[in-house]
């Protein structure tokens, strides 16, 4: 079964997936390591969900025409602020979560996963399946 989602329903959709999965790890690591793992897990899924929202809205939330330069440009500055976004929130776990960088590091990394996830859901499929070659 393939569900159709576009543009700012697949972000979202990310976005929700990520939600999950970092409350889920952080309930998961308090439960078995202690609070303050549990609250750098958290904070490494903040690392990975803020900057993919803040790249959702520049592209799909702001867009309010249909030219294809200016959507370029959305997506250029959408994820070069994602970047910048994601380099500064990790800045800050470095100096708050040095102890417990590893409950950070996993979060955000089963965070990351979420865009696959969403992929998997989806049927995601590289080929065209009109073409007859």
Do not use: H, N, S
Request: net charge positive; hydrophobic share 60%.
């Amino acid at each position: 079964m393939r569900t159709q989602l576009r543009g700012a329903a697949i972000a979202r959709a990310v976005c929700l997936v990520q939600l999950g999965i970092l409350l889920i790890a952080a309930l998961l690591t308090g439960l078995i390591w202690g609070r303050a793992q549990a609250i750098a897990a958290l904070y490494g899924g903040l690392v990975a969900l803020i900057p993919t929202a803040y790249f959702a809205y520049r592209v799909f939330a702001r867009r309010k025409t249909q030219d294809p330069g200016q959507m370029l440009g959305a997506f250029y500055l959408g994820e070069f602020g994602k970047l910048g976004l994601t380099a500064v929130l990790f800045w800050l776990g470095v100096a708050l979560f040095a102890k417990q960088f590893l409950a950070l590091m996993v979060t955000y990394a089963a965070c990351l996963l979420a865009y696959w996830l969403v992929l998997a859901w989806l049927g995601f499929d590289w080929t065209d399946e009109t073409k007859e070659f």
